[in-house]
């Protein structure tokens, strides 16, 4: 029985010094749960399409920021605005 036992203990610290080389989270910490931050989504004055703020492509006008899914769409933007 104390056989059993010992090895149990032993079955247990290995997996967690197994687990701590593989994934690096130990077992007695839980994963943090990470938000994720909603992307901001922009719309494309020329085409209405939305897209990711980040990759947009981004014109000051006059003033004001503009923000457009290609060059083309800018370039087609400037071009009905004339």
Known sequence: MTRLIL???LF????AILRILIQGTPLWRKKS???MEP???????Y??????KRSAVRKRIFGKDYYFCTQECFE???????
């Open 7 to 9: 090895f149990i203990i």
């Open 12 to 15: 247990v610290i290995l997996y």
């Open 33 to 35: 749960s990470q938000k």
């Open 39 to 45: 992307e901001e989504l922009v719309q494309d004055p």
């Open 47 to 52: 085409c209405q399409t939305y897209i990711p």
């Open 76 to 82: 087609n933007f400037i071009k009905k605005s004339e």
